[in-house]
């Protein structure tokens, strides 16, 4: 990933914090079958390192067969993101030399995959990814509402994958790179345009702190 020095993220409580509220990466891996990728919601376990990325697949879709045959595999989780207008910049006011961009946050992740068919491992995946997605709710529900059997047959047509984390980077481009004029600016017109808020209005006027 292209990382100018003023985009780029490296507290991991921020890339952690990314990754949770935004689990549905992009799982790329290039095996035997060439280059593959799939949207797939993960679980991010910090067990000290990087921590470990967990997810399951569908039993027939031929991405997992490919990470097992792989050394590394890449996931990519899009974070908050804004077109920006030059219409916002005071620069454009000022001189005019100002162009349209794009402000977003993003994660990339590595490491090496390890597949998993066990029974248990695979219960503990759904319920830890259901737990996860329905505790805010009013009534949230379980795995454990479903009758046991049909649970069952749905486990036996998924596999999981295991990813302990190498590498892990992290890109925030927030108008960093513009004056603190122009980050006002774009603050005021994604407000205007999607509410206080919005969060890529709230990341940048972070950025400019």
Same mark, same amino acid.
């Given at each position: 990933?292209?990382?100018?020095?003023?985009?780029?993220?490296?507290?991991?409580?921020?890339?952690?914090? #990314?990754? $949770?509220?935004?689990? #549905?990466?992009?799982?790329? @891996?290039? =095996?035997?079958?060439?280059?593959?990728?799939?949207? %797939?919601?993960?679980?991010?376990?910090?067990?000290? !390192?990087?921590?470990?990325? $967990?997810?399951? #697949?569908?039993?027939?879709?031929?991405?997992?067969?490919?990470?097992?045959?792989?050394?590394?595999?890449?996931?990519?989780?899009?974070?908050?993101?804004?077109?920006?207008?030059? @219409? +916002?910049?005071?620069?454009?006011?000022?001189?005019? $030399?100002?162009? /349209?961009?794009?402000?977003?946050?993003?994660?990339?992740? +590595?490491?090496?995959?390890?597949?998993?068919?066990?029974?248990? +491992?695979?219960?503990?995946? %759904?319920?830890?990814?259901?737990?996860?997605?329905?505790?805010?709710? /009013?009534?949230? +529900?379980?795995?454990?509402?479903? /009758?046991?059997?049909?649970?069952?047959?749905?486990?036996?047509? %998924?596999?999981?994958?295991?990813?302990?984390?190498?590498? %892990?980077? =992290?890109?925030?481009?927030? @108008?960093?790179?513009? @004056?603190?004029?122009?980050?006002?600016?774009?603050?005021? !017109?994604?407000?205007?345009?999607?509410?206080?808020?919005?969060?890529?209005?709230?990341?940048?006027?972070?950025?400019?702190?």
């Amino acid at each position: 990933m292209y990382q100018p020095p003023h985009f780029q993220e490296d507290d991991p409580e921020a890339l952690a914090a #990314l990754v $949770r509220a935004h689990p #549905l990466g992009l799982l790329v @891996s290039a =095996g035997p079958g060439g280059l593959q990728a799939n949207p %797939i919601p993960f679980l991010l376990d910090e067990d000290g !390192g990087h921590g470990t990325l $967990r997810a399951h #697949l569908a039993r027939p879709n031929p991405q997992w067969r490919e990470l097992a045959a792989v050394e590394e595999c890449l996931c990519v989780f899009q974070g908050p993101q804004a077109y920006v207008t030059p @219409s +916002w910049y005071a620069t454009k006011r000022e001189t005019g $030399r100002v162009v /349209p961009t794009w402000n977003y946050a993003t994660v990339q992740v +590595w490491g090496r995959p390890r597949v998993i068919e066990e029974a248990g +491992w695979l219960r503990r995946q %759904i319920e830890d990814l259901t737990a996860a997605r329905e505790a805010a709710r /009013p009534e949230p +529900w379980a795995v454990s509402d479903a /009758p046991e059997a049909f649970t069952a047959a749905q486990i036996r047509g %998924i596999v999981g994958v295991e990813i302990a984390i190498t590498r %892990i980077a =992290g890109k925030w481009k927030m @108008s960093q790179n513009r @004056s603190e004029a122009d980050r006002a600016g774009v603050v005021a !017109g994604l407000t205007g345009e999607g509410g206080p808020a919005d969060p890529v209005a709230a990341l940048v006027a972070r950025a400019a702190r």
